[in-house]
């Protein structure tokens, strides 16, 4: 398991990533397998709207809803 800061602006922390991950230290932190776990963006102003893996970002991050 990989482990990331709630602040850190990934698609693992992103409100608009699909991919399987759990939120850990009551929502300061998320876990997902790896950073190549994959989930689909569903933010249409994200040129990167598409399957990508959870270490990437774009300028419309925003924090999960699920992390504080
Ligand atoms: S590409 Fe951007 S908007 Fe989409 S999930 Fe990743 S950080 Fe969020």
Do not use: H
Request: a positive charge.
């Amino acid at each position: 398991m990989s482990q990331w800061n709630s602040t850190e602006k990934r698609c693992v922390t992103c409100n608009s990533w699909s991919g399987t991950r759990t939120p850990v230290v009551n929502g300061k932190a998320v876990k997902a397998d790896n950073q190549f776990v994959k989930g689909k963006c569903s933010n249409k102003a994200s040129k990167k709207y598409s399957e990508i893996n959870a270490v990437q970002n774009c300028n419309y991050w925003e924090k999960w809803s699920a992390l504080s």
